[in-house]
């Protein structure tokens, strides 16, 4: 399959990256750190919340997947406002949603109020899971742009392996009854750090540009350190009217000139989910207890489920720039599949081995690490084009979540019920994204954001 955009040409004067243009990509990649700590930090309170509040396996899967319902309508509604009033204004409103959120969660006193309380969480982890990575990929160059998406996902990866580490440090100083609140209540931390810094960072020029704001893109990009903010913004004005010229549809999401960006986005957000990576962390203490581990060591494995998630995707971030991004998804489907098999297997025969278990768990967070979860956020915020870009994101977003919560809610009984099984079903799927990668999915790497909607070359 060929490439499906024409490559822009970047000469020297592209290949500058300043430290302001790396700090700003970080501040912003702290919404990543708070959805990789609020995502995984509920995999240590599920025996206690289901003790606290009296729950059913199906009320447990649906309080675990109360703030994935919340990301569903985060990751809606994120995309018109981005587009509309801009990306800061948005990520300020991830930020106070998770300092509520923790405080909240931690001093609920009912499940209702619970569960009140991890809506809006999900709402954050929703909104930045589409905010995020496309303000990093319009404040970086197009040679680095995947590395600097990625630090997005690594602090996702790093997240986690917080939450872990810290559910493991609170359960081991607190009672149960205690421990869960604190797992909760420390999330607000860095919540509040992440607030005070988004204070700091810039508008993005190229929203700036989008709404014809010129004069301030070019003092955002001389604080950024653009080598030519003149050719930039000219770059970036043609862009912007070239899509506007295409169509009276320019604007709008499901017309006929978006329709493969589109497809593409679906597919690889439902593949992310798939592959079963959300019931993995959300319950990996579970899965390991089910294994014949016991309770303390159930959450020691977690935390290597964390410290190998994070050395891949650390991994992925020097790969995917340099090979693109399908050659990492065709190893990871073929390696995820691989691993999963082994877990079903394990999980199906009469005296499972743990130490397999561990291994097929491990080898599929490192082939997922280093690919899918590696090359999601940066492929959708680069396929859309500018005046769809936000709503893209808010799509391929929407999808991501509506599948993860539809995969958490349901895991405890299918879990319950087909054993192994589930493991091979999702094994299968990694094997269905191996064809759908090879046969549908574009290579967009080294394009500029600018170029990404140029015609076509036949696949």
């Not at 970047?10 to 700590?37: C, D, E, N, Q, Y």
């Not at 190229?206 to 604080?223: F, S, T």
Request: glycine fraction near 10%.
């Amino acid at each position: 399959m060929s490439q499906m955009y024409v490559r822009h040409q970047a000469g020297p004067a592209h290949k500058r990256v300043t430290a302001t243009m790396i700090l700003s990509a970080a501040g912003a990649a702290l919404g990543g750190l708070l959805f990789g700590l609020d995502t995984a930090v509920i995999s240590g309170t599920t025996s206690a919340l289901q003790a606290r509040f009296a729950l059913s396996d199906g009320q447990l899967g649906f309080t675990v997947a109360s703030a994935l319902i919340g990301t569903i309508g985060g990751a809606l509604i994120a995309g018109w406002p981005s587009d509309r009033f801009g990306r800061k204004p948005l990520l300020l409103t991830v930020a106070i949603l998770y300092v509520g959120s923790s405080l909240g969660s931690a001093l609920a006193q009912s499940w209702i109020t619970f569960l009140a309380f991890r809506f809006p969480g999900g709402l954050a982890i929703g909104a930045a899971s589409v905010i995020a990575p496309i303000y990093i990929a319009e404040v970086s160059p197009t040679h680095v742009r995947g590395r600097l998406v990625a630090l997005n996902q690594l602090n996702i990866v790093f997240g986690i392996l917080l939450a872990f580490i810290s559910n493991y440090v609170i359960a081991g100083l607190l009672p149960p009854d205690t421990a869960w609140r604190w797992m909760f209540g420390i999330v607000a931390a860095p919540s509040a750090l992440f607030l005070a810094v988004t204070l700091l960072l810039p508008e993005s020029p190229r929203w700036l540009v989008a709404v014809g704001r010129e004069a301030r893109a070019l003092e955002v990009m001389d604080r950024l350190g653009f080598s030519d903010p003149q050719e930039d913004v000219r770059h970036m004005q043609e862009a912007v009217a070239r899509d506007v010229a295409a169509s009276h549809a320019a604007g709008r999401l499901f017309s006929r000139n978006h329709s493969l960006p589109v497809s593409c986005a679906i597919a690889i957000a439902m593949f992310n989910q798939l592959s079963g990576i959300n019931a993995l962390l959300y319950y990996a203490p579970h899965i390991f207890e089910l294994s014949g581990a016991a309770a303390d060591s159930a959450l020691l494995q977690s935390i290597a489920v964390g410290g190998t998630n994070l050395v891949f995707t650390i991994a992925a971030m020097f790969l995917i720039d340099r090979f693109g991004r399908r050659p990492l998804l065709f190893f990871g489907s073929i390696g995820t599949a691989a691993a999963l098999f082994l877990v079903a297997w394990q999980f199906e025969s009469a005296h499972p081995d743990g130490t397999l278990v561990l291994a097929g768990l491990l080898g599929f967070i490192a082939a997922f690490a280093i690919s899918q979860g590696a090359v999601i956020w940066v492929f959708i915020s680069e396929i859309f084009p500018s005046t769809v870009r936000g709503k893209g994101q808010a799509l391929g977003s929407t999808t991501h979540w509506v599948m993860a919560a539809a995969i958490t809610w349901a895991f405890p009984v299918f879990a319950s019920r087909l054993g192994g099984w589930v493991f091979a079903f999702f094994g299968a799927m990694m094997l269905l994204q191996f064809f759908w990668v090879w046969r549908r999915m574009p290579e967009t790497n080294g394009i500029a954001l600018e170029d990404m909607n140029l015609e076509r070359i036949s696949r």
